[in-house]
Nanobody, 123 residues
Framework: QVQLVESGGGLVQPGGSLRLSCAASGFTLDSYGIGWFRQAPGKEREGVSY????????YYADSVKGRFTISRDNAKNTVYLQMNSLKSEDTAVYYCATFYAYGDYVRGRFQTWGQGTQVTVSS
């Protein structure tokens, strides 16, 4: 069964850190680019970061640049999103999804989505 499973979310105080994981099963994750997205209540889904296949080019939204780091561990078939200096506005459900190429990412063509993991930043 082809699926992505996110984990690592939780409740953290402002300024704290979390590491999200996106684990793949049923396929090899390094054959795809992986995007991280988030959606807060009442807001549209936002692209947070991605890492491309092959050469692992990375991208970060301006809102997270310098605070979040995306990486992949092919041996574990997992992509990570390290989130530091968290702010209340980072509160959202975070999802990962697969895509083939940058054009697919831009056009919203994703093959597989995870179920999401909740991140809550609050004191």
């Amino acid at each position: 069964q082809v699926q992505l499973v996110e984990s690592g979310g939780g409740l953290v105080q402002p300024g704290g850190s979390l590491r999200l994981s996106c684990a793949a099963s049923g396929f090899t994750l390094d054959s795809y680019g992986i995007g991280w997205f988030r959606q807060a209540p009442g807001k549209e889904r936002e692209g947070v970061s991605y890492i491309s296949r092959r050469i692992s080019t990375t991208y970060y939204a301006d809102s997270v640049k310098g605070r979040f780091t995306i990486s992949r561990d092919n041996a574990k078939n997992t992509v990570y999103l390290q989130m530091n200096s968290l702010k209340s506005e980072d509160t959202a459900v975070y999802y990962c999804a697969t895509f083939y190429a940058y054009g697919d990412y831009v056009r919203g063509r994703f093959q597989t989505w995870g179920q999401g993991t909740q991140v809550t930043v609050s004191s």
